[in-house]
């Protein structure tokens, strides 16, 4: 099976060709995980300032529910 990976994509496997343990790997995904929920608090705020939400709001949304039943 063919994959055509983005520039992006073959940058990461370069990077991490090298992990030989479990332990290595977890630290990774660690530290991806903790990058990208930084990445996510970093454009929620802006679009937080962009919008000039007020507090309420947030109160509101945490009280809501979202999912869909299958």
């Given at each position: 099976?063919?994959?055509?990976?983005?520039?992006?994509?073959?940058?990461i496997i370069n990077l991490?060709?090298?992990?030989?343990?479990?332990?290595?790997?977890?630290?990774?995904?660690?530290?991806?995980?903790?990058?990208?929920?930084?990445?996510?608090?970093?454009?929620?705020?802006?679009?937080?300032?962009?919008?000039?939400?007020?507090?309420?709001?947030?109160?509101?949304?945490?009280?809501?529910h979202y999912r869909k039943?299958?």
């Amino acid at each position: 099976m063919a994959f055509n990976l983005t520039y992006t994509q073959k940058e990461i496997i370069n990077l991490i060709q090298d992990i030989k343990s479990s332990n290595e790997l977890e630290e990774i995904k660690s530290l991806l995980i903790i990058y990208l929920a930084d990445r996510v608090t970093r454009e929620a705020d802006k679009a937080v300032e962009d919008k000039n939400y007020p507090s309420s709001v947030f109160e509101k949304w945490k009280n809501e529910h979202y999912r869909k039943t299958a």
